[in-house]
């Protein structure tokens, strides 16, 4: 039985006296029970005030992109090392945002290739996590035009295949896959419940057919875009979605703490 998995994904929000106070007003009010796993992906400059705070709780803490080398000259990365050392749980990798696949473009189109993620460096990004213990949350979705044109399975099954290349199953098996249509993050359209529940389906197939069948049941397969709590208890009811990355709905406390009821 797979535990359910609920992800806030802050993205580039909140300070670190603004990460405080939503994290203080998130233990004192959550109500943690064993059949659900909470984690926060704060920006990298609040890590360390959301790991001391996440300590008194079973909370925890995610990070929202890596570098794949240990150190070295990579002006304005972060490396797996760094990330361990705040004892990171949790990594985002291959988020359409950091792959320059915006369902809401909030810059120039000019600039939409400083975006420029690959399935290669996710790849690379992941067993770099895997070798620190981090557990990787590799976000796969298709954009509208390619929904579309048809080609949502393929394009999903492209991003599991050559981001998990020479993965071991056994190492990846507390790794999350996250089913995020572009379309639908950021924009409120959430997906339908029963194509989200479709395509959470196939993503386990693929990943059967990468790892094993024991693997691909083991791993947790969230769903994320729009996620909100008026619309949370049906999605995580699916068999096959095991709990969300919610990115804006995270940002309020009362919000991301009825999404986790939600999912008890
Ligand atoms: P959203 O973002 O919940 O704001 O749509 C989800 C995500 O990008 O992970």
């Known amino acids: 039985m797979r535990m359910k998995l609920v992800v806030g994904n802050w993205k580039m929000n909140m300070t670190r006296a603004e990460a405080a106070a939503i994290v203080e007003e998130m233990v004192r009010a959550i109500d943690i029970r064993p059949s659900v796993e909470v984690a926060v992906c704060p920006p990298f400059t609040a890590l360390d005030c959301v790991h001391h705070a996440l300590r008194r709780r079973d909370l925890h803490l995610g990070a929202q992109d890596v570098h794949w080398k ?3 000259a990579f002006t304005g990365s972060i490396s797996p090392k760094m990330l361990a050392d705040f004892s990171c749980r949790y990594c985002i990798v291959g988020h359409s945002e950091t792959r320059g ?6 810059v120039p189109e000019t600039t939409v290739s400083y975006f420029a993620e690959t399935d290669e460096t996710v790849n690379l990004k992941i067993k770099a996590l895997l070798y620190h213990n981090i557990r990787p949350i590799l976000c796969v979705g298709e954009t509208l035009a ?8 393929a394009v999903i099954a492209e991003q599991l295949r050559k981001g998990l290349e ?3 199953g056994s190492e990846f098996h507390e790794g999350v896959v996250a ?3 572009v379309w639908a993050i950021g924009t409120g359209k959430v997906c339908d419940t029963a194509e989200a529940e479709r395509v ?3 993503i386990r197939l693929v990943l059967a057919e990468i790892f094993t069948a024991d693997a691909a049941a083991a791993i947790r397969v969230l769903y994320g875009g729009s996620v909100k709590a008026s619309n949370s208890a049906e999605l995580f009811s699916q068999e096959n979605i095991d709990g969300g990355l919610v990115g804006g709905a995270s940002l309020v406390a009362s919000e991301f703490l009825s999404i986790i009821a939600s999912a008890q």
């Open 179 to 181: 089913y995020e249509p």
């Open 146 to 153: 390619e929904r579309e044109a048809g080609q949502t399975d």
């Open 101 to 106: 696949r915006f369902g809401k473009l909030e």
């Open 166 to 168: 020479g993965v071991d």
């Open 200 to 202: 959470c389906g196939m």
């Open 70 to 72: 240990e150190g070295g």
